[in-house]
Antibody, heavy 119, light 109 residues
Framework: QLQLQESGSGLVKPSQTLSLTCAVS??????????WSWIRQTPGKGLEWIGD???????YYNSSLESRVTISIDRSENHFSLRLSSMTAADTAVYYC???????????WGQGTLVTVSS | QSALTQPRSVSGSPGQSVTFSCTGT?????????VSWYRRHPGQAPHLMIF???QRPSGVPDRFSGSKSGNTASLTISGLQADDEAEYYC?????????FGTGTKVTVL
């Protein structure tokens, strides 16, 4: 089965760019049928889909974040990444990476990483 | 997209059944059969419990069942057990994007 693990900056200053990576193990990130997603949970709120990238490199973003988000894939390293620019306190959240099977459901999730936006 | 609406909390005694809802719109739950449910214990990653409205992944006990009517999906947990105490989130495809529910805290009394 797949295993996903997030890594990256846990503390980001306002206006800076967040960079997170999700390492995938248990299968190739290029396997057909899978897309690779980022989801976050802000304090006191529910889960919010940020976006995802297909195994072919097509990207889909939440319209509310689209102007600030970039998701990319690195097949040689078997990982995918998130960049979120112009961070504000409202972006403080636990960020999860997850696999999206056949664009139907999120079947495997990383443990999540807390990102705090503070000067 | 607006979050799907779930009751904040539900509770039940061991062995009882609980059912709680997830209300969306005709653009998400009402249109697509890609409704899934996730359980999250504190400090852990969400875990897939139901997909495609009413399908259980392997390893998920048949005490968990899902359904949908119109713009509302529901999750039923039968034979409530202590380990079922957790937060549960619904999720629906919304045509090019995904929307999650506000979350329901299930308490086992």
């Amino acid at each position: 089965q797949l295993q996903l693990q997030e890594s990256g900056s846990g503390l980001v200053k306002p206006s800076q760019t967040l960079s997170l990576t999700c390492a995938v193990s248990g299968d190739s990130i290029s396997s057909g049928g899978y897309s690779w997603s980022w989801i976050r949970q802000t304090p006191g709120k529910g889960l919010e889909w940020i976006g995802d990238i297909s195994h072919t490199g097509d990207t889909y973003y939440n319209s509310s974040l689209e102007s600030r988000v970039t998701i990319s894939i690195d097949r040689s390293e078997n990982h995918f990444s998130l960049r979120l620019s112009s961070m504000t306190a409202a972006d403080t959240a636990v960020y999860y990476c997850a696999s999206l099977f056949l664009r139907r459901y999120f079947d495997y999730w990383g443990q999540g990483t807390l990102v705090t936006v503070s000067s | 997209q607006s979050a799907l609406t779930q009751p904040r909390s539900v509770s039940g005694s061991p062995g009882q059944s609980v059912t709680f809802s997830c209300t969306g719109t005709s653009s998400d739950i009402g249109y697509y059969d890609y409704v899934s449910w996730y359980r999250r214990h504190p400090g852990q990653a969400p875990h897939l419990m139901i997909f495609d409205v009413n399908q259980r992944p392997s390893g998920v006990p048949d005490r968990f069942s899902g359904s949908k009517s119109g713009n509302t999906a529901s999750l039923t947990i039968s034979g409530l057990q202590a380990d079922d105490e957790a937060e549960y989130y619904c999720c629906s495809y919304a045509g090019g994007s995904w929307v999650f529910g506000t979350g329901t805290k299930v308490t086992v009394l």
